[in-house]
């Protein structure tokens, strides 16, 4: 299982395309517990997907040291 907690998708389907099409992946929000990115094909834009990454170190600032 921790095998695909790092996976990306390269292609998605794209219902306005009809066809699988290259995606582009997008920070959407920064959680405190991770990551939420969405997935837009890179031909018409139409949101296509999410993918939420947990305890994602990119991104994280601590201000409460120093």
Known sequence: MHSFETLRAAELYCPECRTLRPVQ?????ILPDGEISIYRCS?????LGTRQQKNAKRGVV?????
């Open 62 to 66: 601590d201000l409460t040291s120093g």
């Open 25 to 29: 992946e997008r920070l959407l929000l």
């Open 43 to 47: 031909v018409c834009g139409k949101e």
